[in-house]
């Protein structure tokens, strides 16, 4: 076959491939009632739309309804109760309203000393998490503004402290395995083990019993270690594979070196 016919043809098929189907990018999706109301609005009935556009939920999806109910679709009825519309819980709801999803979170803080203190002047899972600029998870959530609304923030920093080196360990190991996920290695396993190390961590967020937390957390970090040494022996079967394929390499320029000069000396 031609060249320059092979080459256009590539190049054809090149093109296609990357254009959207239908041949144009889709719209982007419509925005619920809620946020078209309540965007245009001016105070404190707009506020709540713009901390939620910098929040965690707003990054994955999660909008006005699914935490207070309603129709997010129809305007008449986004605020009816028939339509499941549920509105601000009262502040002892707080947790059950936020447990719907986080059930796990919402059982740990109720062991808590701050669960503990629910209606008594303890905080709830806004105090710490806001109510609608929701941040990530991280130890980032404790420092001395933010627990010394309620309390001194001597035993929120030493519990920081013992936590800090743990959750450094985690995003470290979830980076490389990320790494070797995207070169093509079966990390299955290890995407689980992790997972349930760090669903353990998390637990330790809302106790302030710092024993506790400083014996869990050097468990957790077994745990951590264990799979550090499954991620090390991966990079040592890399590497020989590496220096293995480099001696292969070697080997062959080196056979066709010598049989150039052979071929050569023959000349």
């Given at each position: 076959?031609?060249?320059?016919?092979?080459?256009?043809?590539?190049?054809?098929?090149?093109?296609?491939?990357?254009?959207?189907?239908?041949?144009?990018?889709?719209?982007?999706?419509?925005?619920?009632?809620?946020?078209?109301?309540?965007?245009?609005?001016?105070?404190?009935?707009?506020?709540?739309v713009k901390l939620w556009r910098g929040s965690i939920h707003a990054a994955n999806g999660v909008a006005c309804n699914n935490c207070h109910g309603?129709?997010?679709?129809?305007?008449?009825?986004?605020?009816?109760?028939?339509?499941?519309?549920?509105?601000?819980?009262?502040?002892?709801?707080?947790?059950?309203?936020?447990?719907?999803?986080?059930?796990?979170?919402?059982?740990?803080?109720?062991?808590?000393?701050?669960?503990?203190?629910?209606?008594?002047?303890?905080?709830?899972?806004?105090?710490?998490?806001?109510?609608?600029?929701?941040?990530?998870?991280?130890?980032?959530i404790i420092n001395e503004k933010r627990c010394s609304q309620c309390h001194g923030y001597e035993q929120a920093r030493i519990i920081k402290e013992?936590?800090?080196?743990?959750?450094?360990?985690?995003?470290?190991?979830?980076?490389?395995?990320?790494?070797?996920?995207?070169?093509?290695?079966?990390?299955?396993?290890?995407?689980?083990?992790?997972?349930?190390?760090?669903?353990?961590?998390?637990?330790?967020?809302?106790?302030?019993?710092?024993?506790m937390v400083k014996r869990e957390s050097a468990q957790i970090n077994s745990n951590l270690d264990s799979i550090d040494g499954s991620l090390a022996?991966?990079?040592?079967?890399?590497?020989?594979?590496?220096?293995?394929?480099?001696?292969?390499?070697?080997?062959?320029?080196?056979?066709?070196?010598?049989?150039?000069?052979?071929?050569?000396?023959?000349?």
């Amino acid at each position: 076959m031609n060249t320059s016919v092979v080459v256009t043809t590539l190049l054809f098929l090149s093109v296609i491939a990357i254009i959207p189907a239908g041949g144009a990018d889709l719209p982007p999706q419509a925005e619920i009632v809620c946020i078209q109301c309540h965007s245009a609005q001016p105070g404190k009935l707009g506020e709540p739309v713009k901390l939620w556009r910098g929040s965690i939920h707003a990054a994955n999806g999660v909008a006005c309804n699914n935490c207070h109910g309603g129709d997010p679709k129809d305007a008449a009825n986004a605020m009816s109760p028939a339509r499941g519309f549920l509105g601000a819980p009262k502040e002892t709801d707080i947790p059950a309203f936020c447990g719907r999803c986080h059930v796990g979170v919402a059982r740990d803080y109720m062991r808590s000393a701050h669960g503990r203190a629910l209606g008594k002047g303890g905080p709830t899972c806004v105090t710490c998490h806001s109510n609608h600029l929701v941040v990530k998870a991280s130890l980032d959530i404790i420092n001395e503004k933010r627990c010394s609304q309620c309390h001194g923030y001597e035993q929120a920093r030493i519990i920081k402290e013992a936590m800090q080196l743990t959750e450094t360990r985690i995003i470290s190991i979830g980076g490389k395995i990320d790494t070797y996920k995207g070169e093509g290695v079966d990390t299955d396993r290890l995407e689980k083990g992790l997972f349930s190390v760090r669903n353990s961590f998390h637990t330790l967020f809302h106790d302030v019993d710092v024993a506790m937390v400083k014996r869990e957390s050097a468990q957790i970090n077994s745990n951590l270690d264990s799979i550090d040494g499954s991620l090390a022996k991966i990079a040592e079967e890399r590497r020989k594979r590496k220096l293995a394929g480099v001696a292969v390499v070697g080997a062959a320029l080196l056979a066709a070196l010598l049989l150039y000069l052979l071929r050569r000396s023959y000349d």
